[in-house]
């Protein structure tokens, strides 16, 4: 690949959602804080918000999600302890492919490394041109929205600002497609394959949907992607909503409420993945591994199993740097 100038120039900020310093209340609290008054996540207005947050969510959730990071917790947290191991092989990957140093920095929306550090981390490293990719694939205002609010509110702080580009989605990225169904057949060579595929994305309040959020059409896209790869009929898979909070109804049907239903209508062995998360994190490893495994066995389920996200994957790693490559292209 032919870059137009010298490749010290070109740096990738490589953005996850965020994660909690350490298992503890008051560091759940600090991060709980940051994420739940972005209004992009929680757009209710702040007056109704504000009491409810601090008042009732906030001393209510921190203890409980802080014991659940604790059962999960391995000297870090997962999704900061796979994101800098994704950082470092991108940047192995990139050195491999373009023939020169990109340097790569993980950052976090919220919480730390933050997008300011990483940001301040690539310009000492001499970086002029950014390409911000959010491990996101499916597009939601919720997530890669929030990832563009927060660089340009990092770099309105910068008097020399770099440009920047920023990878949008890659839901049906053909290597993303066969990265995820690749997985899931070698998932299948090990332990054998299930009656069916269940492939759990992250969910959004219905009304960010009907407002435009393009979400669910992306989830859509990917799981009839990976059915295809994989050449499921359409009784061997579903694609279900996750990880639902607050009142409102979100995106349906849910995956919790599913895994009850399944074993009654005869599906008794189970495969479960999450295609939207690129990394295992609280709610990979706890809400799908474990709190949903219970749903399902005590359901009448009798084999479940969790297919890990692509986390430092070869093939995951190959992708992101293709999609990194693509933008460098032409630059
Ligand atoms: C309150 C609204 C929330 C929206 C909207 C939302 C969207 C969304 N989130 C992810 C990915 C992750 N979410 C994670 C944790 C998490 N998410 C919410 C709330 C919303 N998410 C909360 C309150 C939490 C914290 C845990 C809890 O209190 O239950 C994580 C895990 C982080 C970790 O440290 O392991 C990820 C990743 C996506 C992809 C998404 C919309 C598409
Ligand atoms: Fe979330
Ligand atoms: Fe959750």
Redesign the pocket.
Known sequence: MELQRTTEQYGVLLV????PDEPTPKAVRRY?KQ??SDRR??DLPRVLWWPLLNGIILPT?SPK?AHAYQTIWQDD?P?RRIGLAQAKSLQEKLEFIVGGEIPVELAMTYGNPSIPAGIEKLQQAGVKRIVVLPL?P?Y?A??TGSVLDAVAKALADIRHVPEVRMVHDYYQHPLYINALAGSVKSHWQQHGQADKLLMSF?G??QRYARLGDP?PTHCEATAKGVADALGLADDQWQLTYQ?R??KEPWLQPYTDETLEQLPKQGVKSLDIMCP??AAD???TLEEIAVENRDVFMDAGGERYQYIHALNESPCHIKLLAQLVADQLTGW
């Open positions: 996850n959602l965020g994660t709980l994420f739940l996540v929680v959730r999600v947290s999704l996101y499916q939601s919720t997530t992250h959004i309040p979400y990880s909070f607050g939207a998360f994190c609280l709610e």
